[in-house]
């Protein structure tokens, strides 16, 4: 028999399956629970074991403050921190390191935020505009607004334009965003993967719609660790990222800043004892990631989503949400990078979560935290990391089909 997904995403993996299963036996989270079908990594993602042990090494062995201290624990916690933030320069492929800043967050919404309000006012005069993508997710709206809000009440008028979106893919609207940009839009925030739709944003059409001279802020939460994201060839100006859907722990992150455009990016005020532990596992799993090859964990999980959006569009109850043209794994413009969502004809998502995860699978069924101008209905997503396999996938579509 056919598998659900056709055979020829299963051709797609084959060069990859060994490569896949050596990399997923080092999850101990899945190999101690074989039955259960992690697929939640949009909202965070499972940790390999060189990511823990490196935390228990430095917990263990070296634990001190950075920048504080002249012991050589102290010492070598500084060298750490430091070292982190070449980590993360070499693993955005960053051609001019000694120009860029890193800073570490708790993740993408402290970066953003930090963003908004450490740089943006700094940007900004009288009658400039900023792009926002009102149907991304919330953590790459609300900032904007504020600084909006912010500067309005000191008298300086900031004009938002509304980020024009394909409907029908849920990509971002090239061409009209290249009518809508003029001379005075100075800042446009974008997200590189879609968190709902899982669509590439293809991020050089934004910028050649912007002209060369407007900031760029990407949001790259669900593209770092699952794809090549290589600031050598993106032309943006600041990558905001969380550690903990990298592989790394909860509570750290990064931002990276090109410094090129507009003001330095210098987080102003005292910057408190950081999150050191945060810090060695986010180096850590950049380290495991860039050893695993962010090429091939593209193609593992593209390949995934589109196995599945392939099953569920011969599934008449269900409508997979943001793509209803081609997803052939190898559509440039149609790639979804392990992200699919859809709905049931009759079953609410609620339900249809509780369900699923009574036939082993964790997926996410809500509204997903996207901005005003985003789905209206709560929906299914199903969002897949390199440790997750075919045969998931496929008992995922036999246990749909039979809801069907
Ligand atoms: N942006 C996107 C695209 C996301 O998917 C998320 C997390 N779901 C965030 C921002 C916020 O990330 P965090 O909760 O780690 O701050």
């Given amino acids: 028999m056919t598998a659900p997904g056709g055979p020829r995403h299963r051709d797609d993996l084959r060069d990859l399956t060994d490569w896949q299963a050596g990399l997923r036996a080092q999850f101990p989270i899945l190999t101690a629970h074989p039955d259960l079908a992690y697929l939640d990594s949009a909202a965070t993602a499972q940790k390999p074991r060189a990511v823990l042990d490196a935390v228990r090494t430095y917990l263990t062995t070296t634990n001190a403050n950075a920048g504080r201290g002249t012991y050589p624990w102290a010492n070598r916690t500084t060298a750490l921190v430091e070292q982190a933030r070449d980590r993360v320069r070499g693993f955005l492929r960053d051609p001019a390191p000694q120009r ?61 334009l509304p ?105 102003g005020g005292w910057q408190g004892t950081p999150n050191t532990v945060g810090i060695v596992s986010l180096a850590a799993a950049l380290d495991w990631l860039d050893g695993a090859g962010t090429d091939r964990v593209a193609r593992w999980t593209t390949a995934l989503a589109a196995r599945l959006t392939d099953g569920l569009r011969r599934l008449d109850a269900y409508e997979v949400i943001g793509c209803r043209a081609s997803l052939a794994a190898d559509s440039p413009v149609q790639r979804r990078q392990g992200i699919v969502t859809f709905r049931h004809r009759d079953i609410p998502s609620g339900d249809l979560g509780f369900v699923l995860y009574d036939r082993g699978f964790m997926v996410r069924s809500d509204h997903h935290c996207q901005g005003g101008e985003g789905e209206l209905d709560a929906s299914v997503r199903v969002s897949a990391h390199l440790y997750n396999t075919v045969e998931e996938i496929d008992r995922l579509l036999t246990v749909l089909a039979d809801l069907g």
Avoid at 105 to 133: F, N, S
Avoid at 247 to 266: D, K, T, Y
Wanted: hydrophobic share 40%; proline share 6%.
């Fill in 100 to 160: 860029s800043v890193v800073h570490f967050t708790g993740g993408t919404t402290e970066g953003l935020r930090t963003v908004a309000r450490d740089w943006l006012p700094a940007l900004l005069c009288d009658g400039d505009e900023i792009v926002v993508p009102h149907a991304d997710h919330r953590a790459n709206i609300e900032p904007w607004l504020e600084v909006q809000r912010h500067l309005a009440r000191q008298g300086t008028r900031i004009h938002v």
């Fill in 163 to 267: 980020m024009p979106y394909q409907r029908s893919s849920g990509d971002y609207d090239h061409h009209a965003l290249a009518e809508l940009a003029g001379p005075r839009t100075r800042f446009v925030a974008v997200t590189h993967v879609h968190h709902v739709y899982g669509a590439d944003m293809n991020i050089h059409r934004v910028r050649r719609a912007v002209g060369p001279d407007a900031v760029i802020c990407l949001d790259a939460a669900q593209s770092i660790g699952h794809m090549p994201v290589s600031v050598a060839e993106l032309d943006v100006d600041f990558v905001v990222f969380s550690g903990h859907k990298c592989l790394a722990l909860p509570g750290s992150g990064a931002v990276w800043a090109r410094q090129e455009r507009g003001p330095g990016f210098a987080p």
